[in-house]
């Protein structure tokens, strides 16, 4: 559970729209961080850079939930100076909204 390491996890929970929600975003705290409680923003982003990217063809189509995941990463370390080393966020896509 990470306590004897001295890690304590800070999660949060929202409902899911099964008909309406197309990603779920994991990120760290400074990745929620860097964008100071923007949390709709990022969402709008990380949308918009989905549909940019499943627009390639070929190898770099199949990697759209990477390339999305990388390109936020890149806009993390823009909005924040000296953003810390655990920056990370995954994205997950739910295809049946497509």
Do not use: Y
Not at 52 to 66: F, I, K, Q
């Amino acid at each position: 559970d990470g306590a004897a390491a001295g890690i304590l996890p800070d999660i949060q929970s929202c409902q899911l729209d099964w008909e309406q929600d197309a990603l779920l975003l994991l990120g760290s705290e400074s990745f929620w961080n860097a964008f100071h409680g923007k949390d709709v923003e990022v969402g709008g982003l990380a949308m918009q850079i989905l549909r940019e990217t499943a627009s390639l063809s070929g190898p770099l189509a199949r990697r759209t939930e990477e390339r999305t995941a990388e390109r936020l990463l890149e806009a993390a370390k823009k909005t924040r100076q000296g953003l810390a080393d655990d920056v990370a966020v995954s994205v997950l896509r739910f295809t049946w909204v497509d």
